[in-house]
């Protein structure tokens, strides 16, 4: 071997020096794991308020394409208008909370804006009746539907227009003018024994007002809302269309 190779393959002996000795990379490897072990958890703790965000932009997004859909409809909700003028009202399928939602289809992105990221259904990924991603198709439908939406009479009665599906009732189902069945909050509104469940996010929610803000809510918050408002739907009873 020549010289000049030799001199090439030879190491010098500073390098050596520079490197980490065994204790050394000990030292840093414990300093890196007590650095993942303060973090991992402040990041899991960061995943409720991330989701609950997520959740909370979903209805925003809904209550513009309400509003898109409004505008041709007299400010009001595919529900609200008469089949023969456009709408859902009355439809033999109006019992279905999915089936209004479907019907905003062209205002509306995706219907994976539909779905709550903590909820355990089935995200659909087009509004069409392919088993495989078709939000129509039984297989999604209401597996695909994080959100309920409400019934009022007056505009000026009740500020909640869509919110979580986590909603605990104090009344069973009801007939409906609009859903043809719903689920009933019963007039008058000051009982305690309705509010979220422990689901979605964790006895708290989103809700959706009319005029397309978006809150969150504890309990009590949720009842406020509620009780702002002395006249509801059907029978002084407040009607929500919930996915089951």
Same mark, same amino acid.
């Given at each position: 071997?020549?010289?000049?190779?030799?001199?090439?393959?030879?190491v010098p002996r500073s390098a050596f020096e520079?490197?980490?000795?065994?204790?050394?990379?000990?030292?840093?490897?414990?300093?890196?794991?007590?650095?993942?072990?303060?973090?991992?958890?402040?990041?899991?703790?960061?995943?409720?308020?991330?989701?609950?965000?997520?959740?909370?932009?979903?209805?925003?997004?809904?209550?513009?394409?309400?509003?898109?859909?409004?505008?041709?409809?007299?400010?009001?909700?595919?529900?609200?208008? !008469?089949?023969a003028e456009g709408g859902t009202r009355r439809?033999?399928?109006?019992?279905?909370?999915?089936?209004?939602?479907?019907?905003?289809?062209?205002?509306?992105?995706?219907?994976?804006?539909?779905? *709550?990221?903590?909820?355990?259904?089935?995200?659909?990924?087009?509004?069409?009746?392919?088993?495989?991603?078709?939000?129509?198709?039984?297989?999604?439908?209401?597996?695909?539907?994080?959100?309920?939406?409400?019934?009022?009479?007056?505009?000026?009665?009740?500020?909640?227009?869509?919110?979580?599906?986590?909603?605990?009732?104090?009344?069973?189902?009801?007939? *409906?003018?609009?859903?043809?069945?719903?689920?009933?909050?019963?007039?008058?509104?000051?009982?305690?024994?309705?509010g979220w469940t422990n689901g979605l996010h964790?006895?708290?929610?989103?809700?959706?007002?009319?005029?397309?803000?978006? !809150?969150?809510?504890?309990?009590?918050?949720?009842?406020?809302?509620?009780?702002?408002?002395?006249?509801?739907?059907?029978?002084?009873?407040?009607?929500?269309?919930?996915?089951?």
């Amino acid at each position: 071997m020549s010289t000049l190779v030799r001199s090439a393959l030879r190491v010098p002996r500073s390098a050596f020096e520079r490197a980490f000795t065994r204790a050394e990379l000990l030292v840093i490897l414990a300093v890196l794991t007590l650095l993942a072990l303060i973090a991992l958890p402040a990041l899991a703790n960061n995943r409720p308020r991330s989701a609950r965000i997520i959740c909370a932009n979903n209805l925003r997004q809904i209550g513009m394409a309400m509003q898109l859909w409004g505008n041709d409809h007299g400010d009001r909700p595919p529900y609200e208008v !008469e089949l023969a003028e456009g709408g859902t009202r009355r439809h033999p399928l109006a019992a279905n909370t999915w089936f209004h939602f479907a019907w905003l289809s062209n205002e509306l992105a995706s219907p994976q804006l539909l779905l *709550c990221p903590t909820d355990s259904g089935k995200p659909a990924h087009d509004f069409t009746g392919n088993p495989s991603s078709g939000y129509l198709h039984p297989n999604f439908a209401n597996r695909a539907t994080s959100y309920f939406l409400t019934y009022r009479i007056f505009a000026s009665s009740l500020r909640v227009q869509a919110g979580d599906r986590n909603v605990r009732f104090n009344a069973g189902t009801a007939g *409906c003018s609009v859903f043809n069945a719903a689920w009933a909050i019963s007039g008058p509104y000051a009982g305690s024994d309705y509010g979220w469940t422990n689901g979605l996010h964790e006895r708290a929610g989103n809700y959706l007002a009319f005029d397309g803000s978006v !809150e969150q809510a504890s309990n009590q918050g949720f009842r406020d809302v509620i009780n702002q408002g002395s006249l509801g739907g059907d029978n002084t009873s407040l009607h929500f269309s919930v996915p089951r």
